[in-house]
């Protein structure tokens, strides 16, 4: 009898993380201006938060974050994109339909806002009203002109820190290739890039709703 060769082949999607710490990084596709129906228009957060997750967040603001700029050139020209500034209204829109109730608060730098996260620092206290305190971060900002087109990414990242001391760390992608001949500028794709890339943020919360009510 021939001997039979059976080969099998295994697939495995998998995931790292525990119960402390989730990392979950989402990417969205990159988009074109380049004809009349793919026009850049704002990124809609309504669909996500139905319903709220019903806890209460505290969304500190770092300086440096607020204070987060990017320098693109476009046709020799250097283009100062303030878009800490644009992140945190960004936030304070997405979290605002994604969560129950949300309160924002700036603080000094992402230093102090971790040290308020230590059960010994004196405005700790304030903390344990909220469910979660929520502290973003820029990762990459990364900006591309070409002949015809000019290019945005974005990666941001939020680490929600529990009251029992365990954590969440959802990140977040956006990217956009923009015709330099579309109804648009730099400014405008920057700023939707950022939207898109605050979107993934809230699709890796939606992805783990049941990390966040236990």
Not at 200 to 210: F, N, T, V
Request: aromatic share 10%; net charge negative; proline share 6%.
């Amino acid at each position: 009898m021939k001997p039979i060769k059976i080969v099998v082949v295994l697939f495995l999607f998998f995931t790292v993380g525990c119960a402390s710490l989730t990392d979950s990084e989402q990417r969205i596709s990159r988009r074109s201006a380049d004809s009349p129906e793919n026009m850049l228009t704002p990124v809609d957060y309504s669909r996500f938060g139905r319903p709220p997750i019903p806890v209460k967040i505290l969304l500190l603001i770092p300086a440096e974050f607020e204070r987060f700029e990017h320098v693109s050139n476009y046709e020799e020209t250097r283009i100062h994109h303030r878009l800490g500034r644009d992140a945190e209204l960004e936030l304070r829109d997405a979290f605002g339909i994604e969560f129950a109730k949300v309160e924002v608060r700036p603080v000094e730098s992402q230093d102090r806002a971790m040290q308020m996260l230590w059960p010994e620092d004196p405005e700790n206290v304030q903390l344990r009203a909220y469910d979660y305190v929520a502290i973003p971060k820029f990762l990459r900002v990364d900006s591309l002109e070409s002949k015809e087109k000019y290019a945005f990414e974005i990666d941001l990242q939020v680490e929600f820190n529990a009251k029992n001391g365990s954590s969440i760390t959802i990140k977040g992608h956006g990217e956009s290739m923009i015709g330099k001949y579309a109804q648009s500028t730099p400014e405008k794709g920057a700023v939707l890039t950022l939207q898109y890339a605050v979107s993934a943020l809230l699709d890796g919360i939606e992805k783990r709703r049941s990390l966040f009510v236990r």
